[in-house]
């Protein structure tokens, strides 16, 4: 049996008995280590696969309920534990309650741990403090192991400043690490973007580029429906429409007459003077 298959078994076990718990009611106030191991393991899987598949977070917005407070509390176990996980998990919750537990553990926090608390808290503040920064700064000129470097250098693109660039850019520059690297120019690239967006945006003049505003219909002058000829009364547009008849230019209403003319003296007066010598 593989290792994976092994870690999906004890998955599935613990995933049974977590489901009932939750089902029963709320979450005890002071969990175990083993209880949040536990519970942990149920819902985002052992250790190897969440390196192998990643976290998935993605359900933790809209957990209601029960199934919300028993995420709260043992995610808050995990914090305590220095879990970097519980730490991204709690900023994908959008729980701003938690805000508190999660500055009280940034100033003495290292590594992945840091780099997660600081981008929890961006999460959850909606104007978060520049400062922050400085934590992921420090990850990534210090920070031990590579990974963490280099997701420092991915949530850095989330700030602006000549210190961010600055580190961004000797990380870029300087890092034997290829990941760091690549990682700390893509952020570069992208708060350089922005700032030229944000540029952009503020030297356009309000007025739109100068051009003086126009009327709701673009500048062109209304037109009467019929597009500006002379509108004639319903009862007269029949007999004086104009027909081309052979070079001559006759209304429909003569040529009418002229027809009538032409069938009395041609077909008519026949017809009657023949009757008449019966």
Known sequence: MSFMQQEADLQRAAWAEIQELEANGPPKENPTNQDYNKWKLAHFGGGYSIWHEGLETSGMSGLTGNAREWARVMLLKGLELKDPHAAQLLGAMGDKSVLPELRAQLPEATGENKVRLAAAIYALEPEPEQSLASHLIDVLQHGEHQHERMNAAIELRKFEGPEVEKALRDAKEGSADFLVKYHAGGSLGIIESRKAKEASVEEKPADNDGV???????????????NGLKEKPADKVMGEDLVNLGGLKLTSLKLFNYSSAWLSYNIVLPWLSFKLAL
Request: proline fraction near 13%.
């Open 212 to 226: 003086g505003e126009k009327p709701a219909d673009k500048g062109m002058e209304e037109k009467p429906a019929n």
